[in-house]
């Protein structure tokens, strides 16, 4: 398997522009979860989906972040409008069950200027 | 929600010798302990885990150990060696829903 793979790897983009991070999980992994990472606050839990429902997104900071999973294998996180304090590593992992270990993608380091 | 502490921030180790990580975790329902290891650019990776019906583990040169009287859980490298070098974090799961709690890392630098 190719592990988690997410795109882009790098995103520069302005202030005020709509930035998506695509995830693809694990083939047959049904938990899926975002993350980001910054100096100041370490990882932080965005959001989880299982079975591609999202169960726990008290974590988004706030109403400019979305999260979708239409399917099994395909996951977006998506922010409108980007502010420079967005700029950060994204990462998205996956899970098999609620016993399985999670695996993480190579993430997506964003900048917003 | 569970709190997960990890200590030191920042450990330097001479080639060969060992290196001790160490973290807390506030709820004692919590019961499934991953161990990352995050290379420069890159996500973390899982390097070892322990579940709280076991005490120790061992993988090579890498323990873990798992105290849940006290709740604390430790990661043990041994004959270090400079591609140990990474930041290192803990993690607590738990037995209900699937949410990670992260520590906030440990910055190693095995020295040659």
């Known amino acids: 398997d190719a592990g988690v793979i997410q795109s882009p790897r790098h995103e520069v983009t302005e202030m005020g522009q709509e930035v998506t991070l695509r995830c693809k999980p694990i083939s047959g992994h049904n938990s899926l979860f975002w993350y980001r990472q910054t100096m100041m606050r370490g990882l932080e839990l965005l959001i989880y989906f299982n079975n591609n429902v999202p169960i726990d997104d008290s974590g988004m900071p706030e109403d400019r972040f979305s999260a979708k999973m239409p399917n099994a294998s395909f996951s977006t996180l998506k922010i409108q409008p980007s502010e420079p304090r967005d700029s950060a590593v994204y990462f998205c992992?996956?899970?098999?069950?609620?016993?399985?270990?999670?695996?993480f993608g190579q993430g997506t380091r964003l900048t917003v200027v | 929600g569970e709190n997960v502490e990890q200590h030191p921030s920042t450990l330097s180790v001479q080639e060969g010798d060992s290196a001790v990580i160490k973290c807390t975790y506030s709820d004692s329902a919590s019961n499934y302990f991953p161990w990352y290891k995050q290379e420069l650019g890159k996500g973390p990776q899982l390097i070892i885990d322990i579940r709280s019906n076991v005490g120790e583990k061992k993988d090579q040169r890498i323990a873990v150990t798992l105290n849940k009287t006290a709740k604390h859980f430790s990661l043990h490298i041994t004959e270090t060696q400079p591609e140990d070098s990474a930041v290192y974090f803990c993690?607590?799961?738990?037995?209900?829903?699937?949410?990670?709690?992260f520590g906030t890392g440990t910055s190693l630098t095995v020295i040659p």
């Open positions: 993690a607590a799961r738990y037995p209900t829903g699937n949410q990670f709690y």
């Open positions: 992992a996956s899970s098999l069950g609620e016993g399985g270990e999670a695996f």
